[in-house]
Structure formats: C-alpha cells, structure tokens
C-alpha cells in the first residue's frame, strides 16, 4: 500500500482530474481496505454526485442554511411521493373492496379463486422485480417510475371488464408494474436526505399506505356501496376505475414535478444544488452510477444481511398478504360486521398504521436506534396476531387487527436501511430487488395460506401469521447484532489505515460499498 505521503500527493491529481474524459473501467488508484484486507480500486465509474462536487467553488453549509434546504426539499418532494403512495395501497386493496362488493359472484369465483387474485399480483411483482430494478438503474429514476405508474393506472382501470381469466391475466400485469414503485422511492429517499433523516422520511411517505386504507374504503367504496343503485355500472367495477384515473393523473405529476436526481431540480438554485450535495457527503453514497457492476452484484448476494432482509419481508409479508385480501372478509364472515360497517372499521386500522408508524419513527429522535423501535414494533405485532388468531372475544380479536396496522414499521426500517446502510448503486439496487422478492413471495403465499374449507374462520391462517411474526422479529434482532459488531470493528481499526482512505478527496462519491468504504459506518 502506498504510503500516506504519497497517497496525499495523488489526491491532488485525483481532484483536479477530468471526471468526464476518464474511461469508466480507468483505474484512478487503488486503496487497501483495512477491515476486509481486499484492495478497493476507484474507477472513472464514479457516483454520479462526483461530477457535480468538482464543478466550480466548494461549498459550506452552515446548521441554519442546512435547516431552510431541509425544509425545501420536503415541500417540494414528500408531499407527491405521499400521495403516490397513499393511491398505490387504494389500488392494492381496491380487490379486497371489490370482493365483498360484488366481485366473486360476478365473476363467478368458487373455492380457492379468489386467492389466485391475491396471489396473482405477486407473481407479476415478482416476474418483474430484478427488470424493474436494472431499469431504475439505467434510465433516469424519476421518469421511468412516473411511466410505469401510467401503464399500471391503465391497466387498472381495464379491471372493471373481464372475467375471471382476464382479471387473473391483468392482477398480473398489474403487480408487473407496480412492482417498481418501493425501489424507486428508496433511491429517491437515499438521493435527498442524510442518513439519519431517512427513517422518519421513510416512515413518513410509507405510512400513507394507512391514509389510503383510509380513503379507498371510506371516500370511495363505502358511497359506491351505499349509492351503488344510482350507478349503471356494478360498484366494485367503479372502484378500479376511479383508482385507475386517480393513478394515471398522478404519473403525469411525478414524471414532470420531481427532478431524476437533486442537481436537475427545478426548484433548486444553483447554489443550493452544490448545498444539496455536501449536505449527504456523510452519507458515503451519492445520487447513483447508471452501470451494472458485477463485483457489486456479487458483493450483495454474498452479504449475509441481504439474506436477512429478505427473511424479513417473507415473514412479515405472509401476514400482509392474507390481511390485505382477506381483511374485509375476515370482518365481514368471521366477525359478522355488515358490508357498510366492514368498510367502515377498515379505516380504522389505515389510521392506526398513519398514526403508528410516524409516531414509533418520531420516537427515534429521542432515541435514536432505529433497530429498537422496529424490534419492539414486531413484538407487539405478534402480540396482536395472537389476539386475532387465538381469542374467542370479538372485540380482542378486533382490536389485534386494528394495532396490526403499525406493523409496517419494520418494514420500514429495512427500507430505510437499503436506502441508508447499502452503498455501491448496482449493490443498492440488487439488495432492494432481493428484499422485495421477499415481500413478493410473502404476500403470493399469505393469501394461500386462507383455505377455504376453514372458512370463515380460517385457524391455519391466523396460525401462519403468529409464527411468522416470531420468525420476523428474530431475524429483525440478527440484523441489530450484525450492525453493532461491523461498527465495532471498524472503530477498532487504525487511525493511519483510516487516513490513507480520508486523503482520497471525494472519496464519499465514488460509488464503493459499505464493505470497501472503511469509512461507512452502519446507522443502528
């Protein structure tokens, strides 16, 4: 290894250098990494953040001025990506509305069909998922999401015409989709925020799954319902169309309101673009590189933690997935609530999962260990599933499904770990695209695991969820354990190693993983 005097003197050719004229595969220097004992190589295949630090005058961004652009990028970026989110949960659950609105027995669904309605969602999500992801990667983020959203409001509103084979065929394309929302939202979120700002952003956007569990029941199919003789066309075919034209109207928005990356923004000076991009040099990663690397690729499968976070969202994601699409018939069969009452207590757990899920991710500010929250959360949530699944009292049962509703918290808090703790962008989107392959996977079985013959009570289902609640929240502590380990041992590391890596000037946006960057440190 080079030694500090001379890696010094190359760092001033490195700052000076041409970004643009350097080939991509061009090795500008190499640096062995102490805590992996691996040489790490910079290229010219740098973060895309790099070529706007070395343009023009360094910046300084002082505790007020950082505050006021804070503010900024949350007028101008949160309130759309709300919003999208709050509609795309509405298009999830429109099939669950739909099936006590008339669905089944228009289409004539017997036995185990229904499920497959569930379930064929996610197998498109899943079909998609690692396409999805490349496209993200390749083209710019903002405006690729922005067409898939267009095409799935499309292909929702067609809803309303088929049979059963036809809606199987479009639940499908529509999960193909859909299934590029959360990554893209994640890139998004890990572009604009620092590190520690992420979980309650995260927490924030997310959490309007809640707000549109609120409106999809309440605005829209309670009134379709209760006004359903006024309509010539059936209430639950009415349901798919306004969530259609809902969604396509909101395309058109993110495709020409939010910026593909922070330095294109038009709501930016020029000056408080080079103020956006110092404010996440602390963060280790930049806006994102548009090249697939394969050492990177390898890097993600090969980090027990991916593998972890895909445990996660399989455990957590079977609940989900039976929730999601037998909810309403839970209510309406097993606890005896009315159409109008089901539709109306639905609400009740998308308020609980608004109030719940910004509430737990407030509290990280007073304590700031987000992988507490989500392990206390997971805890809870069991304890919920318990009260749905094992008590004969209504209200018990009632109250375990409405609490249940903040259990996206832990999802949560993988997200905003991808979006935080995973640096190197082919990395962050292999890892992003493995963790909802197992959210996927979750929600294709959920509804599967709701067998008809047990209706309407469906014990092996609310079993499944007790269980898998318990293999989430180990799985959840494994991943807090590996954090606090990896952190230990970097702080443990030399200050001359750390040097060496330090003297490399815009360092932060070269685009290396968390493992090559000895300088990253995991947010717990």
Same mark, same amino acid.
């Given at each position: 290894?080079?030694?500090?005097?001379?890696?010094?003197?190359?760092?001033?050719?490195?700052?000076?250098?041409?970004?643009? =004229? *350097?080939? +991509?595969?061009? #090795?500008?220097? %190499? /640096?062995?990494?102490?805590?992996?004992?691996?040489? @790490?190589?910079?290229?010219?295949?740098?973060?895309?953040?790099?070529?706007?630090?070395?343009?023009?005058?360094?910046?300084?961004?002082?505790?007020?001025?950082?505050?006021?652009?804070?503010?900024?990028?949350?007028?101008?970026?949160?309130?759309?990506?709300?919003?999208?989110?709050?509609?795309?949960?509405?298009?999830?659950?429109?099939?669950?509305?739909?099936?006590?609105?008339?669905?089944?027995?228009?289409?004539?669904?017997?036995?185990?069909?229904?499920?497959?309605?569930?379930?064929?969602?996610?197998?498109?999500?899943?079909?998609?998922?690692?396409?999805?992801?490349? =496209? *993200?990667? +390749?083209?710019? #983020?903002?405006? %690729? /999401?922005?067409?898939?959203?267009?095409?799935?409001? @499309?292909?929702?509103?067609?809803?309303?015409?088929?049979?059963?084979?036809?809606?199987?065929?479009?639940?499908?394309?529509?999960?193909?989709?859909?299934?590029?929302?959360?990554?893209?939202?994640?890139?998004?979120?890990?572009?604009?925020?620092?590190?520690?700002?992420?979980?309650?952003?995260?927490?924030?956007?997310?959490?309007?799954?809640?707000?549109?569990?609120?409106?999809?029941?309440?605005?829209?199919?309670?009134?379709?319902?209760?006004?359903?003789?006024?309509?010539?066309?059936?209430?639950?075919?009415?349901?798919?169309?306004?969530?259609?034209?809902?969604?396509?109207? *909101?395309?058109?928005?993110?495709?020409?309101?939010?910026?593909?990356?922070?330095?294109?923004?038009?709501?930016?000076?020029?000056?408080?673009?080079?103020?956006?991009?110092?404010?996440?040099?602390?963060?280790?990663?930049?806006?994102?590189?548009?090249?697939?690397?394969?050492?990177?690729?390898?890097?993600?499968?090969?980090?027990?933690?991916?593998?972890?976070?895909?445990?996660?969202?399989?455990?957590?994601?079977?609940?989900?997935?039976?929730?999601?699409?037998?909810?309403?018939?839970?209510?309406?069969?097993?606890?005896?609530?009315?159409?109008?009452?089901?539709?109306?207590?639905?609400?009740?757990?998308?308020?609980?999962?608004?109030?719940?899920?910004?509430?737990?991710?407030?509290?990280?500010?007073?304590?700031?260990?987000?992988?507490?929250?989500?392990?206390?959360?997971?805890?809870?949530?069991?304890?919920?599933?318990?009260?749905?699944?094992?008590?004969?009292?209504?209200?018990?049962?009632?109250?375990?499904?409405?609490?249940?509703?903040?259990?996206?918290?832990?999802?949560?808090?993988?997200?905003?770990?991808?979006?935080?703790?995973?640096?190197?962008?082919?990395?962050?989107?292999?890892?992003?695209?493995?963790?909802?392959?197992?959210?996927?996977?979750?929600?294709?079985?959920?509804?599967?695991?709701?067998?008809?013959?047990?209706?309407?009570?469906?014990?092996?289902?609310?079993?499944?969820?007790?269980?898998?609640?318990?293999?989430?929240?180990?799985?959840?502590?494994?991943?807090?354990?590996?954090?606090?380990?990896?952190?230990?041992?970097?702080?443990?590391?030399?200050?001359?190693?750390?040097?060496?890596?330090?003297?490399?000037?815009?360092?932060?946006?070269?685009?290396?993983?968390?493992?090559?960057?000895?300088?990253?440190?995991?947010?717990?």
């Amino acid at each position: 290894m080079l030694d500090i005097e001379k890696k010094l003197n190359l760092v001033v050719s490195i700052t000076n250098a041409d970004i643009e =004229s *350097l080939n +991509r595969d061009h #090795v500008i220097t %190499t /640096v062995l990494s102490p805590h992996t004992g691996k040489v @790490v190589e910079i290229t010219g295949d740098v973060d895309e953040a790099m070529k706007f630090a070395l343009e023009g005058e360094k910046v300084t961004l002082d505790e007020e001025t950082d505050r006021k652009l804070l503010r900024k990028i949350d007028l101008y970026v949160l309130p759309l990506i709300c919003i999208l989110y709050a509609t795309q949960f509405m298009d999830k659950l429109s099939n669950s509305y739909a099936a006590i609105l008339g669905l089944r027995k228009d289409l004539h669904m017997v036995g185990d069909m229904y499920s497959w309605t569930g379930s064929a969602f996610y197998l498109g999500y899943l079909a998609f998922e690692f396409p999805a992801a490349i =496209s *993200l990667q +390749r083209f710019p #983020v903002v405006n %690729t /999401v922005a067409i898939y959203i267009i095409i799935w409001g @499309v292909i929702l509103c067609l809803h309303s015409v088929p049979g059963y084979e036809g809606f199987i065929a479009l639940r499908t394309i529509l999960g193909a989709f859909e299934s590029a929302v959360t990554p893209a939202f994640v890139i998004v979120t890990a572009q604009w925020y620092k590190k520690e700002e992420v979980f309650l952003r995260t927490a924030i956007w997310f959490s309007f799954n809640g707000v549109g569990q609120i409106l999809g029941p309440g605005a829209i199919a309670y009134n379709l319902y209760k006004h359903q003789n006024s309509y010539s066309m059936d209430a639950w075919k009415l349901i798919f169309i306004i969530t259609g034209c809902i969604t396509i109207v *909101l395309g058109f928005a993110i495709f020409f309101h939010l910026p593909n990356n922070p330095t294109e923004a038009w709501f930016l000076t020029e000056h408080e673009k080079k103020l956006v991009v110092e404010r996440i040099r602390g963060n280790q990663q930049g806006f994102g590189n548009k090249h697939f690397k394969k050492k990177q690729f390898i890097e993600a499968l090969t980090d027990m933690k991916t593998w972890l976070f895909f445990l996660v969202a399989l455990a957590t994601d079977i609940p989900n997935g039976g929730i999601t699409n037998f909810g309403t018939i839970l209510l309406n069969e097993s606890l005896g609530y009315t159409v109008l009452k089901t539709l109306l207590m639905s609400m009740v757990t998308g308020a609980c999962e608004v109030v719940g899920c910004i509430s737990f991710a407030y509290c990280y500010r007073f304590y700031p260990v987000r992988m507490f929250w989500a392990t206390l959360v997971s805890c809870l949530s069991v304890m919920n599933l318990c009260f749905l699944a094992f008590s004969s009292n209504h209200k018990l049962q009632m109250a375990g499904y409405t609490m249940y509703g903040y259990s996206p918290v832990l999802f949560i808090c993988i997200l905003s770990s991808v979006a935080s703790n995973i640096a190197g962008h082919t990395k962050k989107v292999t890892v992003n695209a493995i963790f909802l392959i197992g959210y996927c996977v979750g929600n294709l079985i959920g509804p599967q695991t709701f067998v008809a013959k047990q209706a309407p009570n469906y014990a092996g289902a609310k079993a499944a969820m007790v269980a898998c609640g318990i293999v989430a929240t180990l799985a959840m502590i494994a991943i807090w354990i590996l954090y606090v380990k990896e952190n230990k041992k970097r702080d443990a590391e030399s200050d001359e190693q750390k040097l060496v890596f330090e003297a490399i000037e815009n360092h932060e946006f070269a685009d290396l993983t968390d493992k090559e960057n000895p300088l990253f440190r995991y947010t717990v």
